[in-house]
């Protein structure tokens, strides 16, 4: 998902439908964008999953994203030390590092977002998890470690990555 708004969104979300082949919708549902504010010109990734599709799908359609304008002040965090490791036994892929909060106050449910890109910029993977912290909070100047890992297929073709870190200014 890229934003190609001119200026910052927050609240993202992606409506997706399961169709027949008649091109019936079945079922439909809206997911969350993993990030809670994308700035201009930027993508993320977003993973829609139907726990129990309905049977007799054959394609699916996704709506435009649906977004406000993100009018607060969004957090200044920056990722260091990122180390990335590919498991060849099982073809796990790990993302790790520190999220740094360079701002002048404390942000909270400090996450980071993951994706994983072939050498063409196919996305492969895309997952997030929380700073180690409980809560998931960082003061200013402070920094947490993170840890990402993508799971469920071989990532030996993995050639690019990228890391977004997230929060919100309480």
């Known amino acids: 998902l890229e934003n190609q708004t001119g200026g910052a969104v927050a609240n993202l979300s992606i409506e997706s439908s399961l169709k027949n082949s008649r091109n019936k919708v079945l079922e439909s549902q809206t997911d969350m964008v993993f990030l809670s504010y994308l700035p201009a010109s930027?993508?993320?990734?977003?993973?829609?999953?139907?726990?129990?599709?309905?049977?007799?799908?054959?394609?699916?359609?996704?709506?435009?994203?649906?977004?406000?304008?993100?009018?607060?002040?969004?957090?200044?965090?920056e990722i260091t030390s990122l180390d990335r490791s590919y498991n060849s036994s099982n073809g796990e892929y790990t993302l790790?590092?520190?999220v740094w909060n360079n701002g002048s106050t404390g942000v909270s449910l400090v996450k980071v977002v993951g994706s994983l890109y072939d050498r063409n910029d196919k996305i492969l993977g895309c997952a997030y998890n929380y700073i180690n912290a409980s809560p998931p909070y960082l003061y200013s100047n402070q920094s947490r470690s993170f840890t990402i890992e993508f799971y469920g297929r071989d990532f030996s073709n993995v050639d690019d990555d990228k890391e977004q870190p997230d929060g919100y200014i309480p």
Do not use: E
């Open 96 to 98: 790790s590092g520190n």
């Open 42 to 77: 930027k993508r993320t990734c977003f993973d829609i999953i139907y726990v129990d599709p309905p049977s007799g799908w054959s394609s699916y359609s996704l709506s435009s994203p649906a977004y406000s304008v993100a009018t607060s002040t969004q957090p200044d965090l």
